[in-house]
Each structure stands twice: as structure tokens, then as C-alpha cells.
């Protein structure tokens, strides 16, 4: 229901849907990732001036995009049978049936923290943008924190240029 669906399928080179594996970190994964939903999350006008998602577009599109990627993420957390508390307090125990079921666990809670962390991504990032510029510097992540990368690419430059349009 979606009436811009045949150029988004054009701008995503025929892709309705993709599979990513993302790490949780800012690199180009991550940039691949979002660059796929600011193109599902785009309106007629973005469609028409910004053919190329891999750069942030608007506020307006990265918000609709942070909304879509969490709510991916979670439907993504829900499929899986138990919590990342369950796989953590069997790391703890340490008794397995076999080395391959161990790591399974692994893999699973590191799925898991994955997803968790790019939750966690798009709560903070739609929470900055609907912050004044001028509160920025008192809210942005600290250096060195994970989340800091992203701030610097996306938001504190969405959040500068909006700025300049309010003068």
C-alpha cells in the first residue's frame, strides 16, 4: 500500500527486502543498513531530490527511519524462543550437552546483543533529533561511547543544518 514502492524497488536495485549482518558498531554495515531503510522510509520528495540514500536525507527521514529499523529489530528479538537473560545464565552454568550447543548460545546471544544495540541506536537517535540543536553538545553520547560515531555522521550534522533554517 505503499505508492511509492515501484521506484523505492528501483532505487534498491530490484531488493523489496534484505538480509543484513551487521555488527554493533558504526561501520559500513551498519551505513548499508540504514542506507536500505532511509529508502523504504522515504516520502515522494526525498524519492525525487536524493537518489542516493547513504547519506542522512532529513530529519523527517531518519526519525521514520529509526522507527522502522527498531521495530524490525524487535520483531527480529521476538522470533528468537528465549531472552538474552536465559543465554547469559546458561554461559554462567557452563553445562552443555556438547561444544556445538555452546555455541550455538554464543552466536545466539551475540544475535541478540546485536539487535539490542541497534534498539538502543534508534531510541537515541530519534530522542537527539527532537532536541534543540543547542542541547546537543550537553546530550550527545561521550567520545569513545559506541553511539558517538553515529551522532558525529548523522544526527549532529541533521541537527546543525536544521538549525541554520530556523535563523
Known amino acids: 500500500d505503499d ?5 523505492k524497488k528501483r532505487f534498491l536495485g530490484g531488493w523489496s527486502s534484505r538480509e543484513f549482518q551487521p555488527q554493533a558498531q558504526w561501520n559500513r554495515k551498519a551505513k548499508d543498513l540504514l542506507s536500505f531503510f532511509r529508502t523504504i522510509s522515504s516520502n515522494a520528495e526525498e524519492l525525487s531530490t536524493r537518489p542516493n540514500f547513504n547519506a542522512p536525507v ?7 527511519t529509526l522507527t522502522n529499523l527498531e521495530k524490525a529489530c524487535e520483531d527480529s528479538l521476538k522470533k528468537f524462543p528465549d531472552s538474552l537473560q536465559t543465554d547469559h545464565k546458561l554461559l554462567k552454568v557452563n553445562k552443555w550437552e556438547d561444544s556445538n550447543h555452546r555455541n550455538c548460545v554464543i552466536m545466539r546471544a551475540g544475535e541478540k546483543e546485536v ?12 530522542r537527539l533529533l527532537a532536541l534543540p540543536y543547542e542541547e546537543h553538545a550537553k546530550e550527545a553520547p561521550a567520545k569513545g561511547q559506541r553511539l558517538r560515531l553515529y551522532y ?16
Open 152 to 167: 558525529e555522521a548523522v544526527i549532529e550534522p541533521l541537527a546543525r543544518g536544521s538549525s541554520r533554517h530556523h535563523f
Open 115 to 126: 539487535l539490542m544495540w541497534y534498539i538502543k541506536l534508534c531510541r537515541e537517535g530519534r
Open 3 to 7: 505508492p511509492q514502492y515501484s521506484m
Open 58 to 64: 532529513s530529519i523527517r527521514n531518519e526519525v521514520a
